[in-house]
């Protein structure tokens, strides 16, 4: 059950959906628990339509968009839409463990105005080696914060529109931008203390190694990127 002091605050959660995304309906029936003042959005990539779990409560918002241009688009217009305070931006491909509504309510809770983030964990749907990736992203997070989009950025709405959304000329890692954009106005990003899980399929179909190393050079190809865009001179 949902922790009763998200109940106190209302909370749109924007699912960005790609054209083949068949990762959604495990995460649809843990949502399907939250209250009634929370709403669900998924943005889709295509006109495929989508089954509301049967547990799916009359109480609790369901609204589909559609939006073709690419994630940054898709949550940038989940947003737009949203009638929350807060916004939780949420992978079709995430997992609820025990510990994460109950921290995001204690989350909301608070009348701060900060960036927050949950520690990830991969679903044992692919190498364990990915454990080791789950901890250096937990430690990348803490020691740097940055948080990328997996761990389930979420922030009030008002704040998000002062950031501007996320940027959506990139081909990827508006994510990544994104929490270099709170930095750039001094906005707080802070840890929820509960994990939130993630399919590692791409390590198993494409190779762990692959993958990493992958990883490691976008993310230090778009901090570069990031920091030339944000912190020009004047």
């Given amino acids: 059950m949902v922790d009763p002091q998200v109940r106190d605050h209302s909370l749109s959660v924007i699912i960005p959906l790609g054209p083949d995304e068949e990762e959604t309906p495990g995460l649809l029936v843990q949502l399907s628990d939250l209250p009634g003042n929370c709403e669900v959005i998924l943005v889709k990539a295509c006109n495929k339509e989508l089954e509301r779990p049967s547990s799916w409560p009359a109480s609790l918002a369901w609204r589909e968009y559609t939006n073709s241009g690419g994630r940054a688009r898709q949550m940038n217009l989940g947003a737009r839409v949203a009638r929350g305070e807060w916004l939780w931006f949420v992978h079709a491909d995430s997992r609820l463990l025990a510990e994460s509504l109950p921290a995001l309510g204690l989350f909301v809770e608070q009348p701060h105005d900060v960036l927050g983030w949950f520690d990830l964990r991969f679903r044992n749907d692919g190498p364990r080696l990915c ?91 778009q901090a570069q990127v990031s920091r030339r865009a944000l912190y020009k001179p004047d």
């Fill in 131 to 221: 454990r080791l990736n789950a901890w250096g992203a937990n430690l990348r997070s803490r020691w740097l914060g940055l948080p990328f989009g997996d761990q389930g950025l979420v922030i009030r709405r008002s704040r998000f529109d002062t950031l501007g959304g996320f940027d959506e000329t990139l081909a990827c890692g508006e994510d990544h931008h994104f929490v270099w954009q709170a930095h750039s106005q001094g906005l707080p990003v802070h840890r929820l203390c509960a994990p939130l899980a993630t399919s590692a399929r791409k390590y198993a179909e494409q190779g762990w190694m692959r993958v990493t190393l992958r990883h490691i050079y976008q993310t230090f190809y």
